[in-house]
């Protein structure tokens, strides 16, 4: 059995190549990307995943980088468990109390329950009608792209996108939908490490200020709903009756913020990536603009690889268990593991060429959207459908669309989030 490397906190970030570098450093996330990659190369060759702060406290996560190992977690849903939370730093237990639990965190039976009421509105049946929304919303601002010619992608287009198709499938009011952006934007500063890099005081209970207005606004609409039931999504979870079980306001709040968090930014910033590679690979570009039809499917999916929009998710393991099978690495219960969606998805056991962004890549078993497994991104196929209809048509009516420069990058070891990318067309 192979025993666990262990690298202390205390482990300088980064360089040198032949040290291993410390994924729980700050300071490691601001590495530029090709060193990060490289960092993940080299923790891929290692016969057992790394452990990363101090084992004997139980401070610290192995970090699961190869493709096999984050699949394995991700469908073992037994041995590794999500209640204790899965983002770092894991919300409070009174945050958890009084704002509702977020089905990203809850285990079965619980899990299973809310699962079951939500995906009734991601069924592709229900995926169908908003397909219409969804291009009404995509034309819209491509026609605001080339009246206003605005210079920023992410906040013109990218945030826009996913921000109106979530509002709209709720039923929420035009009016209330500054609001809610401007909320969504301070709570989710605080997940991953890009807050405490980016401020130099943190201001708590700021972002949880701005969490209880927006799940106010919500659970205010999902009274109203219970009231007067509209053609919307808030009314059918509110009145919904699955198994004698429909949402609680709490419920219903904690479900939303999750949708605008979950949903909003990860399609934002596959968006501004995606772009942004088909800008810097030029003859990926030609190959889609000659047959949009035939290959936008696999260039969206390609994109969500290469960009890997959420880093990693974190889960705790249940029992101890050796991974891989018998005489496998033993992980002990109670120890946090980190699943490397990035870097499985340049597993080169997984994909040939892994660092070539190829949009015929087939097949492409990529772990974008998570490892497969309960927890599974109930929004996949929307997701697919919101990248596909905004590419299509940008790329048919303003054909020459690219980014000028590189992105803004925002430094995080949650996810690879874009500020901004200028763009022309
Ligand atoms: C490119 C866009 C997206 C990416 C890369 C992405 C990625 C992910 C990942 C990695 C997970 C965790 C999977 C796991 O733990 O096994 C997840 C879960 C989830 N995603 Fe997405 N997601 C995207 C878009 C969306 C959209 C558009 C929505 C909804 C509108 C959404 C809703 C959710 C929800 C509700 C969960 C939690 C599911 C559960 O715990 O059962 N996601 N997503």
Not at 139 to 149: C, I, K, Q, S
Not at 314 to 342: C, M, S
Not at 352 to 380: E, K, M, Q, V, W
């Amino acid at each position: 059995m192979d025993a666990p490397t262990e690298i202390s906190a205390a482990t300088p970030a980064g360089t040198p190549a032949s040290a291993t570098p410390d994924l729980a450093d700050p300071r490691f996330w601001q590495l530029p990307a090709p060193a990060r990659a490289a960092a993940f190369a080299e923790l891929r060759r290692r016969p057992a995943p790394v452990y990363f702060g101090d084992r004997a406290t139980g401070r610290g996560f192995h970090a699961l980088v190869r493709h096999a190992d984050v699949v394995e977690a991700s469908r073992t849903p037994a041995v590794f468990l999500s209640g204790p939370g899965v983002t770092t730093p894991e919300p409070a237990r009174w945050v958890r109390v009084l704002f509702g639990d977020s089905m990203v965190n809850l285990d079965d039976p619980r899990h299973a329950q809310l699962r079951r009421i939500v995906s009734r509105a991601f069924t592709p049946r229900l995926l169908g009608r908003v397909e219409e929304d969804v291009h009404r919303i995509t034309t819209a601002l491509v026609d605001e792209v080339e009246r206003g010619r605005p210079e920023d992608f992410v906040g013109a287009v990218a945030a826009e996108l996913p921000f109106q198709v979530i509002c709209t499938m709720m039923g929420i009011p035009a009016e209330s939908r500054r609001a809610i952006l401007d909320l969504v934007n301070r709570t989710s500063e605080d997940i991953g490490v890009a807050r405490p890099l980016r401020r130099r005081f943190r201001v708590p209970g700021r972002g949880l200020a701005a969490l209880a207005r927006m799940q106010g606004i919500v659970a205010g609409i999902g009274r109203e709903r219970r009231r007067r039931p509209a053609e919307d999504l808030i009314s059918a979870l509110v009145t919904a009756d699955v198994n004698g079980r429909r949402l609680t306001g709490r419920e219903l709040g904690a479900f939303f913020t999750l949708l605008l968090v979950a949903g909003v930014e990860t399609t934002r910033n596959a968006l501004a990536h995606g772009l942004h590679l088909l800008t810097v690979n030029p003859e990926q570009r030609a190959l889609l603009l000659a047959d949009l039809d035939g290959r936008l499917d696999g260039a969206v999916d390609e994109i969500v690889r290469h960009a890997s929009p959420i880093i990693q998710f974190r889960r705790t393991v249940a029992v101890d268990h050796e991974l891989g099978g018998p005489g496998g690495p033993l992980l002990r219960a109670g120890e946090k593991v980190a699943l490397y969606y990035g870097s499985a998805n340049r597993d080169e056991e997984a994909f040939p060429d892994p660092d070539a962004f190829d949009i015929t890549r087939s097949p492409n078993p990529h772990l974008g959207y998570g490892g497969g497994g309960p927890h599974y991104c109930l929004g996949a196929h929307l997701a697919r459908q919101e990248m596909t209809a905004l590419l299509r048509e940008l790329f048919t009516r303003l054909p020459d669309a690219r980014s000028v420069g590189a992105p803004e990058l925002v430094p995080s070891s949650f996810d690879h989030r874009v500020r901004s990318l200028r763009f022309t067309f």
